[in-house]
């Protein structure tokens, strides 16, 4: 069974601090990691998809990076504008169907 | 704007009750999933069609159920509502490349 675990649940950043959310993921094979932003009462938005160990997407002050067992989302220096509940979620290459299963998010708050 | 339309935003209702949910994928959009995600859960796959057909199926209750029809359009039908039940709904679709994009939701509570 496929499985995608998040850290941290939350995070609290000043505007300007830099930090990594971190996705780790068990796969029969990846077909591909997503990355989403949610913000509260709305749906997640995409953001990004990674496909191989490697390989790096930008995104204004977003960054995500995959290996072979997680996913890291670099945050560079944050605006208050970046505060939503960050999600990954995995597409399983055996899976029937292409459906996505997801972590739990981290939530991450930027103070001004 | 996603592109995905659910309707209603917005359900109250009491436990035993029966609801549907609908949703329109994206234009050319074959595919529609079917999530829900309640306060103490992440989102929860339940169900997908694909033009139409059932493609896949999640931890789906047997007292909810789903159709795609052929003008794509998908409804998500909730019955014997219970509390527990109270979530948001969320639809989705797919493009060519595994993308899913997602509607607002459909924010059911259950009385």
């Known amino acids: 069974e496929d499985q995608v675990t998040q850290s941290p649940e939350a995070l609290r950043l000043q505007e300007g601090e830099s930090s990594s959310l971190n996705c780790s993921y068990t796969v029969s094979g990846l077909r591909g990691l997503f990355w989403y932003r949610q913000d509260p009462g709305k749906g997640p938005e995409f953001l990004f998809t990674l496909y191989s160990a490697g390989e790096e997407k930008e995104k204004e002050r977003l960054k995500a990076t995959l290996t072979k067992k997680e996913s890291f989302l670099h945050i560079t220096a944050p605006k208050p504008e970046d505060s939503a509940t960050y999600l990954c979620a995995v597409q399983d290459l055996l899976t029937s169907g292409s459906r996505l299963t997801f972590g739990e998010g981290t939530q991450l708050t930027v103070n001004p | 704007d996603s592109g995905v339309t659910q309707t209603p935003k917005h359900l109250i209702t009491a436990t035993g009750q029966r609801v549907t949910l609908r949703c329109s994928p994206r234009s050319g959009d074959l595919s529609v999933y079917w999530y829900q995600q309640s306060l103490d859960q992440g989102l929860q796959f339940l169900i997908q069609y694909y033009n139409g057909e059932e493609r896949a199926k999640g931890n789906i209750l047997e007292r909810f159920s789903a159709q795609q029809f052929p003008d794509l359009h998908s409804e998500l039908n909730l019955s014997s509502l219970e509390l527990g039940d109270s979530a948001l709904y969320f639809c989705?679709?797919?493009?060519?490349?595994?993308?899913?994009?997602f509607g607002e939701g459909s924010r059911l509570t259950v009385l």
């Open positions: 989705a679709s797919s493009s060519s490349t595994g993308e899913l994009f």
